[in-house]
Nanobody, 121 residues
Framework: QDDFETSGGGSVQAGGSLKLFCWVS?????RAWFRQVPGREREGIAG???????WYDESVRGRFTISENDHRTAITLEMNAMKPEDTGLYYC??????????????????WGQGTQVTVSS
């Protein structure tokens, strides 16, 4: 595990916004954000490929935006119109292996620290 440095997260009311930030330097074919809720594995919710193409899970499409900085050393997840079901532990991840969406947890992913996001109704 690489323990990419992650910041952001916290608590917000439904309809509010939060932003997550993660330092992910190095050559990776895909970088992504995963979400984990109690009793389930980490599940991918957004990803950005080396060619700049992006993918979103339908649960966040239209509300969340993944982006990277110009030097490709960091990724951001901007979360808007948040819902209570967005609550969970969020992880950034990166893989040297190309993954088709949807992203599932597996040994080829390198992980950042989790950060808690809580959305109250």
């Amino acid at each position: 595990q690489d323990d990419f440095e992650t910041s952001g997260g916290g608590s917000v009311q439904a309809g509010g916004s939060l932003k997550l930030f993660c330092w992910v330097s190095g050559y990776y074919k895909v970088r992504a954000w995963f979400r984990q809720v109690p009793g389930r594995e980490r599940e991918g919710i957004a990803g950005i490929y080396y060619d700049g193409s992006v993918w979103y899970d339908e649960s966040v499409r239209g509300r969340f935006t993944i982006s990277e900085n110009d030097h490709r050393t960091a990724i951001t997840l901007e979360m808007n119109a948040m819902k209570p079901e967005d609550t969970g532990l969020y992880y950034c991840a990166a893989s040297e292996v190309w993954h088709p969406a949807p992203f599932m947890e597996g040994p080829s992913w390198n992980w950042g620290q989790g950060t808690q996001v809580t959305v109250s109704s």
